[in-house]
């Protein structure tokens, strides 16, 4: 019986990787409750791949305005292979009138 060896990498799907996100503050303090779905991704082995963030915030967290943050993934499979990473930028605008921003 023939041994296989998986040497595809696993994606992520297509259009589930989030589009970079601009938002205004939304409290007195220069943040900003931010969402995201987590992307998804599928393996040729039938298996579901390993998704990590492994820079950045989990979602569903509060933000500081200023500059850009980056949250970034990565996509392994059982056999050690490594897809393409999903990053995308957040950024939080202070643009609420008479409001005090702080970066």
């Known amino acids: 019986m023939p041994i296989f060896s998986?040497?595809?990498?696993?994606?992520f799907i297509a259009g589930e990787c989030p589009d970079d996100i601009i938002l205004n503050i939304d409290s007195a303090?220069?943040?900003?409750?931010v969402h995201w779905v987590v992307p998804s991704g599928s393996d040729n082995s039938g298996d579901p791949p390993?998704?990590?963030?492994?820079h950045g915030h989990e979602p569903?967290?509060?933000?500081k305005a200023?500059?850009?943050?980056?949250?970034k993934y990565n996509i392994t499979d059982d056999a050690?292979?490594?897809?393409?990473?999903?990053?995308?930028?957040i950024t939080i605008q202070?643009?609420?009138?008479?409001?005090l921003c702080v970066y």
Request: aromatic residues 8%; hydrophobic residues 35%.
């Open 6 to 11: 998986d040497k595809e990498p696993p994606h």
């Open 60 to 63: 569903d967290t509060r933000f």
């Open 50 to 54: 390993h998704i990590v963030e492994v």
């Open 80 to 89: 050690g292979n490594v897809g393409s990473s999903c990053q995308f930028t």
């Open 94 to 99: 202070c643009e609420l009138v008479n409001a």
């Open 29 to 33: 303090n220069n943040t900003a409750f």
């Open 66 to 71: 200023g500059a850009p943050h980056l949250v």
